[in-house]
């Protein structure tokens, strides 16, 4: 069955690039986009950016200055690296597997299980 | 505009019909998508497209969708529904929304 698996580090320092990786199984990387959401405390999900299995970004405008988003098919895994932390980071980060089904239509069918994720010096 | 509107609260009584809607110009191009989730979970994907419901998903949940709004209707709402609503699209320049979400309580 596909799973996702996050690991990385929950605490960083303000100004540090905050670094999350997703090992996948069960599924290939090809035809499939993969996110990454956040979530503040109490708060709702916001949608940082996806990959595809070619290597191509799609970001967050609010985020796309600070945010990348890489694919390593050989690890079966993808990362995220958001720069220039601040406490506004603070919340729990998922990754997802997104579908294209058509142009009009996509969604996030499997989940990791968040990484909480605290910045504070 | 790139944003999805989402009530904030719903309530429902146990075994009543309850929609949750989603409120944003990219319907008008793009269905949305629902997530549950509920507290200290990750989101579960429970609708897609005009009316597609994951296996696994109970077929209570149904979807919809019109010129700027999607909906997400439960029919004979049961108590483990109670649970956090999100909707996601995405604009015409790639940009994937979620909306706010929704707090569904089953009184």
């Known amino acids: 069955q596909v799973q996702l698996q996050q690991w990385g580090a929950g605490l960083w320092k303000p100004s540090e690039t905050l670094s999350l990786s997703c090992t996948v199984s069960g599924t290939s990387f090809s035809g499939y986009h993969w996110n990454w959401i956040r979530q503040p405390p109490g708060k709702g999900l916001e949608w940082i950016g996806e990959v595809n299995h070619s290597g191509g970004t799609n970001y967050n405008p609010s985020l796309k200055s600070r945010v990348t988003i890489s694919l390593d098919s050989s690890k079966n895994e993808f990362s995220l690296r958001l720069s220039s932390v601040t406490a506004a980071d603070t919340g729990v980060f998922y990754c997802a597997r997104g579908v294209v089904g058509a142009s009009w239509i996509y969604y996030l069918d499997y989940w990791g299980q968040g990484t909480p994720v605290t910045v504070s010096s | 505009s790139s944003e999805l509107t989402q009530d904030p609260a719903v309530s429902v009584a146990l075994g009543q019909t309850v929609r949750i809607t989603c409120r944003g110009d990219s319907f008008r191009s793009y269905y949305a998508s629902w997530y549950q989730q509920k507290p200290g979970q990750a989101p579960v994907l429970v609708m897609y497209?005009?009316?597609h419901r994951p296996s696994g998903i109970p077929d209570r949940f149904s979807g919809s969708s019109s010129r700027n709004t999607s909906s997400l209707t439960i029919t004979g709402a049961q108590a483990e529904d109670e649970a956090d609503y999100y909707c996601?699209?995405?604009?015409?320049?790639?940009?994937?929304?979620f909306g706010g979400g929704t707090k569904l309580t089953v009184l």
């Open positions: 996601q699209s995405r604009d015409s320049s790639g940009y994937r929304m």
């Open positions: 497209g005009e009316n």
